[in-house]
């Protein structure tokens, strides 16, 4: 069983909806929760990091934290087909671990 | 924000030869760079990790004489494949953990826009 769970996707949705990522994961020590955009052959960039369970919200971005189920969850509201992109879950507990990675795409 | 470079963007080689994949921090001093490799179409897995002036920590399954890393400096770490295959074609994506002051949180890492690797 892998420490972090994504499913890969891809994730197809229309212009202006709300683009729904989850991963879970296994071990209870990771203590800081990312989420990361990758657009094709370039570096990951952060988009956003919590620590704790709850919502974090960032703009059109919402990110969820549910240590209890060891969940975590991303929103991006109102998308754009810029937004078309990979997304990665990433956990932290010293080394960073990655989900595979959703690919996200936002039809106009 | 915090830039990570890396060059070259794409390389391609013959069998047999070795590459070199430099890293570097452009605005900001490095105590860690890690060094990642990614699939098409899968996650980014840490090959290893490298402190300034001491011996990368590599991860299990990566072979260290094959994969040579140098951290000489807070801002430079270069990563060798040695006697490259077809099999080392991957993306390969270094991080660096800044010095204390300018993360925003603990193990916080900036990445590089990756080097694709093409052995023939």
């Known amino acids: 069983q892998k420490e972090v769970e994504q499913d890969p996707g891809p994730l197809s949705v229309p212009e202006g909806a709300i683009v729904s990522l989850n991963c879970t994961y296994s071990n209870s020590a990771f203590q ?23 919502n974090k919200e960032d703009g059109r971005f919402t990110a969820q934290v549910d240590k209890s189920s060891k969940y975590i ?14 997304y990665l ?20 | 924000g915090a830039v ?5 963007s794409w390389v391609i080689c013959k069998s047999g030869t070795s590459v070199k994949i ?5 605005d900001f001093q490095a105590t860690t760079m ?24 590599y991860e299990q399954g990566v072979e260290k004489d094959k994969f040579l890393i140098n951290h000489a400096s807070l801002t430079l770490s270069t990563l060798t494949v040695t006697s490259a295959h077809p099999e080392d074609s991957s993306f390969y994506i270094c991080s660096a953990r800044p010095l204390a002051g300018r993360s925003s949180f603990y193990n ?11 052995v023939l």
């Open chain 1, 32 to 54: 800081y929760f990312m989420w990361y955009r990758q657009y094709s052959r370039k570096g990951p960039e952060l988009l956003m990091y919590t620590y704790s369970s709850g």
């Open chain 2, 34 to 57: 890690f060094w990642y490799r990614q699939f098409p179409k899968q996650s980014l897995m840490l090959m290893a990790t490298s402190n300034e002036g001491s011996k990368a920590t």
């Open chain 1, 73 to 86: 969850s991303l929103f991006i509201r109102d998308s754009q087909p810029s937004d078309s992109a990979t």
């Open chain 2, 22 to 26: 430099e890293c570097r921090s452009l």
């Open chain 2, 108 to 118: 916080e890492q900036f990445f590089g826009p990756g080097t694709r690797l093409t």
């Open chain 1, 89 to 108: 879950c990433a956990l932290s507990w010293g080394k960073l671990q990655f989900g595979a990675g959703t690919q996200v795409v936002v039809t106009p």
């Open chain 2, 4 to 8: 990570v470079s890396q060059h070259p």
